[in-house]
């Protein structure tokens, strides 16, 4: 299993960030893949996630600001992040899953005010 997350960076309260995770080495569609993150000092959270059959899940505190989606055939899952806040900065993680928790790199998101 193999999880490549990009698209992290820095930008202002209020701004937008699209994070993309490409995924490998599995049956992509057959599974329900998540993002999570984990700020400074701060235990890693659940943000999103998305099952095979497309059903969403959000932590309360990001929902109507992020979207989860992904692609099959491109084997990506995407968070779409919007208004964002200063307290979403953290590293982002895409996870899946199978039989074992399996993480990618991790990408930096840091919002400032």
């Known amino acids: 299993v193999q999880l490549q997350a990009s698209g992290g960076g820095s930008v202002q309260a209020g701004g937008s960030l699209r994070l993309s995770c490409a995924a490998s080495?599995?049956?992509?569609?057959?599974?329900?893949m998540g993002w999570y993150r984990q700020g400074p000092g701060k235990e890693r959270e659940l943000v999103a996630t998305i099952s095979s059959d497309g059903t969403t899940n959000y932590k309360d505190s990001v929902k109507g600001r992020f979207t989860i989606s992904r692609d099959n055939a491109k084997k990506r899952v995407y968070l779409q992040m919007n208004s964002l806040k200063p307290e979403d900065t953290a590293i982002y993680y895409c996870h899946l899953f199978l039989r074992i928790d399996n993480w990618g790199q991790g990408t930096q998101v840091t919002v400032s005010s």
């Open positions: 080495g599995f049956m992509f569609s057959l599974n329900t």
